[in-house]
């Protein structure tokens, strides 16, 4: 999408959430099922289901989805939309690129066999491979707005306060 169609789109949006903040709010959601059968958990995309399981490293059978590859692959997807719209704004070509996301993980604290080693990533590295003819200041001002607009990205960076409760349904 060209830049002046974005902001074709954008602008009577932002005009209302600056009057209207409440307006700006989105609550996103999603649901998955867990069940008595195996030890994986099946989320509803917009898509159809996407079953996660354990990872092999942590005795899974490999067969399901990684949680944390699908944690790396909403980033890159957001990063990847995030420097396209970018690069429409800036007016920056962008021929393609190939977004890629690598996290460490030590698997010590997932499995609960090492007091005092974290549970979950320790280090999460995004890389962009662009094909471009954009100047080197461009490209740097490029990253910069997409790390900046990216929500998957600044969740990370920034960690949003969560809870988590449990209801019990009895049949």
Do not use: W
Request: glycine share 8%.
């Amino acid at each position: 999408m060209e830049a002046s169609k974005i902001r074709a789109a954008q602008e009577p949006l932002k005009e209302r959430y600056r009057k209207d903040a409440k307006a700006a709010l989105l609550t996103l959601k999603a649901k998955g099922r867990a069940d008595d059968s195996t030890v994986t958990c099946k989320v509803e995309t917009g898509r159809g289901l996407a079953v996660a399981g354990i990872h092999p490293k942590c005795g899974g059978s490999g067969l399901e989805l990684c949680s944390g590859d699908l944690l790396l692959e909403a980033l890159i997807a957001c990063a990847g939309v995030s420097l396209k719209a970018a690069a429409s704004v800036l007016d920056v070509q962008v021929k393609s690129a190939t977004i890629s996301a690598e996290g460490d993980v030590d698997l010590r604290g997932t499995l609960g066999i090492t007091d005092g080693v974290p549970v979950g990533f320790k280090e999460i590295r995004l890389h962009f491979d662009v094909e471009t003819d954009a100047a080197q200041s461009d490209l740097a001002q490029l990253l910069e707005m997409t790390e900046r607009y990216c929500v998957v990205f600044q969740t990370i960076q920034n960690s949003p306060n969560t809870k988590a409760r449990m209801s019990v349904v009895r049949n």
